[in-house]
T-cell receptor
Framework: GNSVTQMEGPVTLSEEAFLTINCTYT??????LFWYVQYPGEGLQLLLK?????DKGSNKGFEATYRKETTSFHLEKGSVQVSDSAVYFC????????????FGRGTSLIVHP | DAGVIQSPRHEVTEMGQEVTLRCKPI?????LFWYRQTMMRGLELLIY????????DSGMPEDRFSAKMPNASFSTLKIQPSEPRDSAVYFC???????????????FGNGTRLTVT
């Protein structure tokens, strides 16, 4: 079946530091890949997405590249801000899985001033 | 677009009571999902509807849980009787296509925080 594995958190960084949150996946087909972000007290919201190998999704300074050869979709940002403190979820949608999304466990990011 | 609307935002109830959570999806979306989020288990899919029909309810914990979608603009998740271990944040999400396709990622509501004492 499908699965998504994220690095365990929390990830604690100082403001302006470089961020990487690792995500790897297994899927039966050729999935679409997503990163969602959850701010305190809110639901998840889409951050970025990619649909095929080598696609790069980007939004709000965050980037992730769909790497089929390593089955990875790592999230990166060059300079984090305190306002980026949130929980980040990697997810996939696989046509072979009736498109029901599969989510990772989430990685908490804490950014200190 | 008002987004996905859930009510109530918070619910505190005693063990054994019936609890009903409500969701209004985004107009025009034809897929609806109920999730439960806890620290221990993370985000769990409870049930998925497509065009108001339950497609996958394998995540519903037990017979105490039931979900309905009588029309395209409303869904309920009911727990009867409630137990302390049901305490969690329950999210409703909708999407415009077949599940989470490229052109229609999930749109989540802000959740209902349920506390069962």
């Amino acid at each position: 079946g499908n699965s998504v594995t994220q690095m365990e958190g929390p990830v604690t960084l100082s403001e302006e530091a470089f961020l990487t949150i690792n995500c790897t996946y297994t899927a039966t087909g050729y999935p679409s890949l997503f990163w969602y972000v959850q701010y305190p007290g809110e639901g998840l919201q889409l951050l970025l997405k990619a649909t095929k190998a080598d696609d790069k999704g980007s939004n709000k300074g965050f980037e992730a590249t769909y790497r089929k050869e390593t089955t990875s979709f790592h999230l990166e940002k060059g300079s984090v801000q305190v306002s980026d403190s949130a929980v980040y979820f990697c997810a996939l949608s696989d046509p072979g899985g009736s498109y029901i999304p599969t989510f990772g466990r989430g990685t908490s990011l804490i950014v200190h001033p | 677009d008002a987004g996905v609307i859930q009510s109530p935002r918070h619910e505190v109830t005693e063990m054994g009571q019936e609890v009903t959570l409500r969701c209004k999806p985004i107009s025009g979306h034809n897929s609806l999902f109920w999730y439960r989020q806890t620290m221990m288990r993370g985000l769990e899919l409870l049930i998925y509807f497509n065009n108001n029909v339950p497609i996958d309810d394998s995540g519903m914990p037990e017979d105490r849980f039931s979900a309905k979608m009588p029309n395209a603009s409303f869904s309920t998740l009911k727990i009867q009787p409630s137990e302390p271990r049901d305490s969690a944040v329950y999210f409703c999400a909708s999407s415009g296509g077949q599940g989470g396709t490229m052109t229609s990622p999930l749109h989540f509501g802000n959740g209902t925080r349920l506390t069962v004492t």
